[in-house]
Structures are given as C-alpha cells and as structure tokens.
C-alpha cells in the first residue's frame, strides 16, 4: 500500500511538472510573437495608396526615386511598376563577391516584410543569372512596395549596389 502512495504522489508531481513546462512554452511563443508584431497586424498595414489618374505618366508610387544601381546587381523581372502576385519571382543578373546578395521585400512606410538572398550561378567575374522565389503574406495585397537587392561588402559589411524595384502587391 505504501508503495502505490509513493507511485501516486511521483505521479502527480510529474503531471504537475509537465503542465507547468507546457504553460511556460505557451507563455515564450505568446510573448516571441508579441516581440515580432507589438500591435495588431491588421491595424498596423497601412492604406494602398491610390493611383492619380492625372499624373504624368499616369501613375504613382511611394519610391519616387529607386536607386537604379551599378549594373553589377540587375533586376529584369518584374518591372517596374508591375502587378505581381505571391510567389514573386524576382530574375536578373548578379556579378558579386561570391555571387551572393540581399533581397528584400518593403512596404512603403520602410518595413521589410521579406529579407531573403540571391544566389548567381555561372563564372566567376562574369554576369551570371539568378531567380528567386520571394512570397509574402496575403495580408499585403493592394500595397505599394518596393523590391531591394544589394551585395554586402567583402571589406566591410556595408551595403554596395544597391538597386530598388518598385511594385504593387496583389
């Protein structure tokens, strides 16, 4: 009879022990997606800005003036100024240290909502090809953003041709 109390009790204090580590892991991933969005997602997008119909050549965008790059990093898919639905596949040329480079996806207001990289294939000192797939979330359909490839600098880290796409999500 002693023996089954024994059992009970390590029973009990087990359960109690794994309930409180399950608490504890519900309470880290609550508090890590807290970290990552501190306002509501949905109240935290901001407004697709309208397309004037009276401007120059029709339309609009918040990227007034990409940076157009040193031809070292090219981006010739998509276009400027085009529609582009998740998976965007973005293509060019890259002629980098390594053949490695940043790509990100920004909204307007300067937030990335994808930093991911690519990868040129071919000779070395050469303009080789490369396409990545980029995907974003629904929740930025009808946005304007922008495209941003850059190569980070094999001297020191800092950012180096730089070129800017800009685009609408749909």
């Not at 204090?13 to 309470?27: D, F, H, P, W």
């Not at 508090?31 to 935290?44: F, I």
Request: charge should be negative; include cysteine; charged fraction near 20%.
């Amino acid at each position: 009879m002693k023996k089954q109390k024994i059992f009970i009790w390590i029973f009990i204090a087990a359960l109690i022990v794994l309930v409180a580590a399950a608490m504890t892991y519900q309470s880290y991933v609550a508090s890590e997606k807290e970290k990552s969005n501190p306002e509501n997602k949905e109240t935290n997008i901001p407004e697709a800005t309208p397309t004037p119909e009276n401007s120059e050549e029709g339309i609009s965008h918040c990227l007034t003036e990409p940076a157009s790059g040193t031809g070292m990093i090219t981006i010739e898919s998509p276009s400027s100024m085009d529609e582009v639905l998740s998976p965007l596949e973005v293509k060019g040329t890259a002629k980098v240290f390594e053949g490695s480079f940043v790509i990100k996806l920004k909204l307007c207001d300067g937030r990335t909502i994808v930093d991911t990289f690519g990868q040129a294939s071919g000779e070395i000192g050469e303009n080789n090809p490369y396409s990545t797939s980029v995907f974003y979330d629904s929740q930025y359909k009808n946005l304007e953003a922008y495209i941003e490839a850059y190569s980070l600098s094999a001297k020191d880290g800092s950012m180096e041709n730089l070129i800017q796409i800009p685009i609408r999500l749909k």
